[in-house]
């Protein structure tokens, strides 16, 4: 067993459940120390026990990613309890469906205050605690930043500002050390997701949808943002879509039996032609 008090700290915020704890869980494994943070508490202490870790490896802070002083006492106690911070993963996110004109106010303000001003808050509040360890910081965005899709106006719009807002950081704290990078997921079955689907007609998710990522493998993307060669790398988007940047919905769209796995199945590509 190594020394847990020599691991690197990491905070992860939507970690109770989700990408946001699949990446805890990574991350654990890569021996680190693991701050859980969600606005949910109920969600934490399940995410506790599926986590598993000893109690020296684990702590877990109720967060609201867009209030500043949910922040500032936060880190006050992970300050106070592991004596410093190595990374911060923003992953608390929402992604409400609306076009330009259906989209009003409320859902804009709403959707960028989690999605975008919560790292921003994130960053600004863990900085000077990652200035003095050299640390790192992974945003989680999507593959649609950059191939987006109808209906989801805010989210996009928050999702793009994420990657201007991972490069602008970058770029500022390089000389200080500091790596600020994004992983781009593609579609991920997580309880967030199932919601969302069933609520817009698809209520056997994830069935017929292919290539789907899962929660720990985008962990172990961001672990890569950890090892010697991730910290060589800085302002950067990874994609870890099974292709969705390149071939939009890359065969895992919910489609008709007959047209599903057109991309990935060669027998059905073939009939298709
Ligand atoms: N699931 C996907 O297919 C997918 C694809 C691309 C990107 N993403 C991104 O991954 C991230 C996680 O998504 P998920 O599917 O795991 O969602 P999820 O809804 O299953 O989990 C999100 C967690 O974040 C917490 N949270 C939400 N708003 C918060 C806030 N204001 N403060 C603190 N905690 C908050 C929730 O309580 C929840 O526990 C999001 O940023 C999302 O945009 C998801």
């Known amino acids: ?51 598993d870790l000893p109690p020296e490896q684990v702590i877990a802070l109720p967060l609201e990613v867009s209030d500043a002083a949910s922040w500032a006492s936060a880190i006050a106690e992970v300050e106070r309890h592991f004596g410093g911070l190595n990374l911060l993963v923003n992953s608390a996110g929402i992604s409400p469906r609306g076009t330009a004109e259906s989209t009003d106010e409320a859902l804009w303000y709403q959707t960028l205050d989690v999605n975008l001003k ?111 060669v991730g910290r060589k790398i800085t302002g950067q988007m990874l994609y870890v879509d099974s292709g969705m940047h390149v071939a939009d919905d890359a065969g895992m769209i919910y489609l008709p039996e007959n047209a599903r796995g057109r991309y990935h199945d060669p027998e059905v590509a073939q009939r298709d032609q």
Not at 23 to 49: G, M
Not at 167 to 183: D, F, K, R
Not at 188 to 197: S, W, Y
Request: contains cysteine; positive net charge.
């Open 118 to 228: 919560g790292p921003w808050l994130g960053i600004k509040t863990c900085l000077p605690l990652l200035k003095k360890s050299r640390g790192a910081i992974v945003n989680i965005g999507t593959t649609r930043a950059t191939r987006p899709m109808p209906g989801l106006f805010s989210y996009i719009c928050s999702k793009a500002g994420l990657l201007g807002l991972t490069q602008q950081v970058a770029v500022e704290y390089i000389s200080q050390g500091v790596t600020c990078n994004m992983v781009a997921p593609g579609w991920v079955d997580t309880p967030g997701e199932r919601i969302l689907q069933a609520k817009h007609g698809r209520p056997d998710f994830p069935n017929g949808v292919r290539n789907l990522t899962t929660s720990e493998e985008i962990g172990e993307a961001v672990v890569f943002f950890t090892t010697s």
């Open 1 to 51: 067993m190594p020394d847990v008090s020599a691991m690197p700290v990491a905070i992860i915020t939507g970690s109770g459940q989700g990408i946001g704890l699949g990446i805890a869980q990574a991350l654990a494994h890569a021996n680190h120390r693991i701050v859980l943070t969600d606005r949910e508490p109920d969600r934490l202490v399940s995410a506790q026990k599926t986590l």
